[in-house]
């Protein structure tokens, strides 16, 4: 069965301090993991889109990484902010014909001041 | 990039009621979605919105209650049909130019709460 499962359910950082945030797959056939934002009252903003054969891509202070061999993705936060408070969405795209998205439940991350 | 705009942002219906949802893009895309958030919840796919023909649900989301409209490439409807209470609910518009491997773009969603 398809499953994203992402951890923890939420947590809590002062600002300025870094965080990492966890994706853990089980979709076959692999096509993509994607990390998206979603702030409270509006739609999910994407981030990264990660191909089976990346292993890191940044987006300012957001990284993401990739391993496909363990089927496990990070989001790493660096220097938070304020802003970042929101929830983090993993996405992992299947293909078998046609695509097929399959959406982690979403850590969601509270920075405090 | 997309730029989406959905109407109403809002609502608060009756029960045994039903509601519109209007998603417009600023550009033509091949892919438009339909998803549904409940509260704390992720997303879950609804239907994808084809132009010209009927749309393509997925398992336990069906026409009657849900029918979609997309007359154009930058255009489509959502209806949800005799709304009951568990209909409450944030939907979701989003678009994607290129299947699969392409940014999805989301709207700002529709915050539905049925009474």
Redesign the interface.
């Given at each position: 069965k398809n499953q994203v499962e992402q951890s923890p359910q939420s947590l809590i950082i002062l600002e300025g301090k870094n965080c990492t945030l966890q994706c853990n797959y089980t979709v076959s056939p692999f096509s993509n993991l994607r990390w998206y934002k979603q702030d409270t009252g509006r739609g999910p903003v994407s981030l990264t889109i990660m191909t089976f054969s990346e292993n890191t891509k940044s987006n300012g202070r957001y990284t993401a990484t990739l391993d496909a061999d363990t089927k496990q993705s990070s989001l790493h936060i660096t220097a938070s902010q304020l802003s970042d408070s929101a929830s983090y969405i993993c996405v992992v795209s299947a293909v078998s014909g046609t695509y097929k998205y399959i959406f982690g439940t979403g850590t969601r991350l509270k920075v405090l001041a | 990039s997309a730029v989406?705009s959905q109407k109403p942002s809002r609502d608060i219906c009756q029960r045994g009621t039903s509601l519109t949802i209007q998603c417009q893009v600023d550009s033509q895309v091949t892919m438009m979605f339909w998803y549904r958030q409940q509260p704390g919840?992720?997303?879950?796919?609804i239907a994808t919105a084809n132009q010209g023909s009927e749309a393509t649900y997925e398992s336990g989301f069906v026409i009657d209650k849900f029918p979609i409209s997309r007359p154009n490439l930058t255009f489509s409807t959502l209806t949800v049909s005799n709304m009951s209470p568990e209909d409450s609910s944030i939907y979701?518009c989003?678009v994607e130019r290129g299947?699969?491997?392409d940014?999805?773009?989301?709207?700002?969603?529709t915050?539905l709460t049925v009474l």
């Amino acid at each position: 069965k398809n499953q994203v499962e992402q951890s923890p359910q939420s947590l809590i950082i002062l600002e300025g301090k870094n965080c990492t945030l966890q994706c853990n797959y089980t979709v076959s056939p692999f096509s993509n993991l994607r990390w998206y934002k979603q702030d409270t009252g509006r739609g999910p903003v994407s981030l990264t889109i990660m191909t089976f054969s990346e292993n890191t891509k940044s987006n300012g202070r957001y990284t993401a990484t990739l391993d496909a061999d363990t089927k496990q993705s990070s989001l790493h936060i660096t220097a938070s902010q304020l802003s970042d408070s929101a929830s983090y969405i993993c996405v992992v795209s299947a293909v078998s014909g046609t695509y097929k998205y399959i959406f982690g439940t979403g850590t969601r991350l509270k920075v405090l001041a | 990039s997309a730029v989406i705009s959905q109407k109403p942002s809002r609502d608060i219906c009756q029960r045994g009621t039903s509601l519109t949802i209007q998603c417009q893009v600023d550009s033509q895309v091949t892919m438009m979605f339909w998803y549904r958030q409940q509260p704390g919840q992720s997303l879950t796919l609804i239907a994808t919105a084809n132009q010209g023909s009927e749309a393509t649900y997925e398992s336990g989301f069906v026409i009657d209650k849900f029918p979609i409209s997309r007359p154009n490439l930058t255009f489509s409807t959502l209806t949800v049909s005799n709304m009951s209470p568990e209909d409450s609910s944030i939907y979701l518009c989003s678009v994607e130019r290129g299947r699969g491997t392409d940014t999805q773009y989301f709207g700002p969603g529709t915050r539905l709460t049925v009474l």
